[in-house]
């Protein structure tokens, strides 16, 4: 079975960076799309943004348009969430996923990792 081990989040200050990396273990991966979700407390996990199983394209939710930047190391089976002018309301548990599609909603993917904690203070 596929592994995703999320790691990078923490406690930063509004207006600061962060970035997030995913990392696939457990068996050679075979490459697939990837994606990162966050879910805030109370709230319903929410596609945050995309990248093909190539590297070579990515796509973004509403949230992250100009803020955050995903990326892919294919040779190292790793995805980065680049995370920029934090805000408060970005604090939330943040998934890396992978599945064999492009998609936006939790049931397009099939991997899930634990997930890490960003919190943005204000």
């Known amino acids: 079975q596929v592994q995703l081990v999320e790691s990078g989040g923490g406690l930063v200050q509004a207006g600061g960076s962060l970035r997030l990396s995913c990392t696939a273990s457990?068996?050679?991966?075979?490459?697939?799309?990837m994606g990162w979700f966050r879910q805030a407390a109370g709230k319903e996990r929410e596609f945050v943004a995309g990248?093909?199983?190539?590297?070579?394209?990515?796509f973004y939710g509403v949230s992250a348009k100009g803020r955050f930047t995903i990326s892919r190391e294919v040779a190292k089976n790793t995805i980065y969430l680049q995370m920029n002018s934090l805000k408060p309301e970005d604090t939330a548990v943040y998934y890396c996923?992978?599945?064999?599609?492009?998609?936006?909603?939790?049931?397009?993917?099939?991997?899930w990792g634990q997930g890490t904690q960003v919190t943005v203070s204000s």
């Open positions: 457990g068996r050679p991966f075979r490459p697939s799309d």
């Open positions: 990248v093909t199983n190539s590297g070579l394209s990515t």
């Open positions: 996923a992978a599945g064999p599609r492009r998609g936006w909603v939790q049931s397009d993917y099939d991997f």
